[in-house]
């Protein structure tokens, strides 16, 4: 196999709207069925479109698994653990050895049972501050808080490993649970006894914390203890330019999205008001992905707001969104002189509110695509698209060789 | 990846028409689409569609690996050899490390010139009992009859391999060939002589056994060899259950499919009649899926006419057993409050009187499947539906699926 170029080269965007596949429920139809989206239409009218497995078949895709596939990385082989994204999301800094984790503020009362696992959603800036830098058994911690409740922490030290069990049980009022070791090795024993120690450090400093006292005072809930979960075990891995030649940016209000962005060498484009929830701006995002194509051979732009929906089980608003998304973003992006490629990373239907495995709509125009008879952009339209049914890690190597940067096996 | 469930789980029924696939011949129509299938069109027509590779692209299927692959086993990992599943469909006992095999009664002259592969198509109980419980080089042997010439042979005892050649020389005439090694190891030259003494003393036994006696005087060829193929090595496999989280039963008549369901932890649900020949009786077997359904999660119904049928080049008769499977098994299968899917476990065409490896058609029926523009239920209609073409190893994953019991890859 050999990594190749052509001498006309040429750009592309990728638009990825988490959770987008869905069912038909309401009327029969699916949310993308029964959105009224004229540009996404005038796409799949002008393009190629197919069916995707973002991982395989039947195979239901977390959106970090789901996000290594889209760009071309078998997630099986790759996949370092959800900590790692969050950590490079949060633009915290990561060796090889180091192991990441999801953290939240949460509240315990003295028995340490979780009375609110997410501490009324409130973070802060301050409590994170009084957490960081700890160092316990020879491990320096890192924590830095990121959206609402949520932080990410990193361990740097000997003999640390992943294969460590989740603190967060999902659950309120049961006592916090000791993070556990999930293989039998002195790595796993050493870590889960950090974590556990950690945990109950930061119960000694949050709860007297002048925070949360004022919190007290004002009836909220105290953010006093740090959960960790998804421990995740930092090794490099080659980039996305390195794998194809393109070089390549990340348009994301998620800091989910763009760990995996800055994980494979992307780099991040801030655009102003892009948060990853309702309120997201979504013609900002698509002014911040032209501008990031006069230096960049290729754009990912994600818009998470399509799953928020579907998991609260509003079709309504998951319709909505796609509306917005069709007029704010589709219609600016198609804009460019560059292949547009529209997709989902995972469905989520809104019947079911979790992801499912049905496979996700695809549809791509530029120069030279086989144009098929496919009409609009929605799940049972594409299926007899000329794509036909592919997998997630094949989209990278097409829009690569669409591109002009292609790999080539044999002569 | 993790296995896991919504509340909200579902049943399914996956029926299974052995051979169903075909390719066009009589006025240029295979069998299904010359068939009046009112039934299973509606399915086409309310359901997802598509075609199914059950191993892979090209590769003809066995109807033991085919099923492996339908219920999700990769039979290029999983296959035991056919001699397994024969034992298993016979009911006898299997521990790991015991090699089986099929077997048959066959005729033979003087100079173990092979008369009558199949004896006459007549076995006999009596005469299998004179066989079984031998003792061979401190292997013990069962040998059970099954059907017709049919029998199976358990081989329980140190250092048996499954690496040995098949007795069936698939033609009269020719001298019995010993059974050979396929592999240089002490057990398999070890397995192969134990065979080679076990046929001989089959021959001692039987060519003086008074019910061969009779035989002879009636004018009948004499059963007085056995011989034995299709050498299987057992090993358990993760069962359905633990692999899906679904309870699982089989309604078969064959002693092959019946076999394979048990080899995968599913329960044998008995149908009166169903004998998976011409005279089987397909009300019975729907009834005893329904029923079964009250219990079990997943319920896999075969039929085996269309193969045999096939077999034959009998195109009239695999169109009329078609109509039939349509009228006395799909009409009532679909009242059940379940997923329906309904395929086959390889193509057998007509034309060719063998498997073939032209993908199956498929349907899935059911709560929430994505409604194709698919119509008819026939090998051509169902390419342009929504699953596109997928592998036999898929179903099972895409059912758990649809039924609840989801398997999930990251987070």
């Given at each position: ?160 490993s992943k294969y460590v069990s ?233 829009l690569a060789d669409y591109m ?8």
């Amino acid at each position: 196999m050999s990594l190749n170029s052509s001498s006309d080269k040429r750009h592309a965007i990728l638009l990825v709207c988490d959770g987008l596949g869905d069912r038909p429920s309401v009327g029969g139809k699916t949310p993308l069925q029964a959105a009224h989206t004229p540009h996404l239409d005038a796409l799949s009218d002008a393009g190629i479109n197919g069916l995707m497995d973002v991982i395989a078949p039947g195979i239901v895709p977390g959106s970090d698994t789901a996000h290594l596939a889209l760009f071309g990385y078998d997630p099986y082989r790759h996949y370092p653990g959800r900590g790692v994204f969050e950590a490079l999301g949060a633009d915290m800094e990561l060796c090889a050895g180091d192991v990441a984790f999801r953290a939240n503020f949460a509240t315990v009362d003295e028995q340490l049972r979780v009375i609110d696992r997410r501490a009324g959603r409130m973070g802060s800036k301050e409590l994170a501050r009084a957490l960081n830098g700890l160092e316990l058994q020879g491990v320096s911690i890192s924590l830095v808080h990121t959206t609402q409740h949520r932080c990410a922490v990193v361990m740097k030290g000997e003999q640390l490993s992943k294969y460590v069990s989740d603190m967060d049980t999902h659950r309120a009022g049961d006592v916090l649970q000791d993070c556990k070791p999930l293989r039998a090795g002195e790595a796993e024993r050493r870590t889960a006894a950090i974590v556990n120690a950690f945990v109950k450090r930061s119960y000694e400093i949050l709860n007297e914390h002048p925070v949360n006292a004022d919190r007290k005072r004002r009836g909220e809930p105290p953010a006093n203890i740090i959960l960790l979960r998804g421990a995740g075990s930092y090794e490099p891995v080659p980039s996305l330019k390195a794998r194809f030649g393109v070089s390549a940016a990340c348009v994301a209000g998620a800091s989910l999205y763009k760990g995996v962005a800055k994980y494979l060498g992307m780099k991040l484009i801030h655009a102003e008001g892009a948060t990853g929830r309702a309120d997201t701006n979504l013609q900002s995002k698509a002014e911040a992905a032209l501008r990031a194509l006069k230096e960049h051979d290729f754009v990912f732009v994600h818009v998470k707001e399509t799953d928020n929906d579907a998991h609260d089980g509003d079709f309504e608003g998951k319709k909505r969104i796609i509306e917005q998304i069709d007029q704010e973003l589709v219609a600016r992006l198609q804009e460019a002189d560059a292949y547009l490629a529209v997709t989902g990373d995972h469905s989520t239907p809104v019947s079911l509110k979790r992801h499912s495995s049905d496979p996700v709509p695809l549809v791509i125009r530029g120069e030279g695509v086989r144009r098929d008879r496919v009409k609009n952009f929605d799940e049972i339209s594409v299926a007899s698209g000329g794509l036909g049914r592919i997998r997630g890690v094949d989209l990278m190597p097409i829009l690569a060789d669409y591109m002009g940067y292609y790999i080539m096996y044999g002569t």
